[in-house]
């Protein structure tokens, strides 16, 4: 039974950086693409950034392309996501996924308020 815990999420001014965690235990993660999304209030969640299993390809929404950045460390087993230039609208719950197939993994959530 694998879980994933968030943390690093908190209230940054706009301009400020965050740099979000995702530590995976239960079952090592190397072989699945990691996920981070985020659900603003009244709005569905969407997809924030990926990256591949060996960490040699990730993928963004155009909304963050240049402020984040997506890692992995599979000695580790943890995600990182690293925000930079954030905004007011980049306010959310971020969540962390684990996907292999069919199988899915989510983590409870970390909440980022960013202030204007």
């Known amino acids: 039974q694998g879980q994933l815990v968030e943390s690093g999420g908190g209230l940054v001014q706009a301009g400020g950086s965050l740099r979000l965690s995702c530590a995976a235990s239960g079952r090592t993660f190397s072989s699945y693409a990691m996920y981070w999304y985020r659900q603003a209030p009244g709005k569905e969640r969407e997809s924030v950034a990926v990256i591949s299993s060996s960490g040699g390809s990730t993928n963004f929404a155009d909304s963050v392309k240049g402020r984040f950045t997506i890692s992995r460390d599979n000695t580790k087993n943890t995600v990182y996501l690293q925000m930079n230039s954030l905004k007011p609208e980049d306010t959310a719950v971020y969540y962390c996924?684990?996907?292999?197939?069919?199988?899915?993994?989510w983590g409870q959530g970390t909440q980022v308020t960013v202030s204007s």
């Open positions: 996924n684990a996907q292999r197939g069919s199988t899915n993994y």
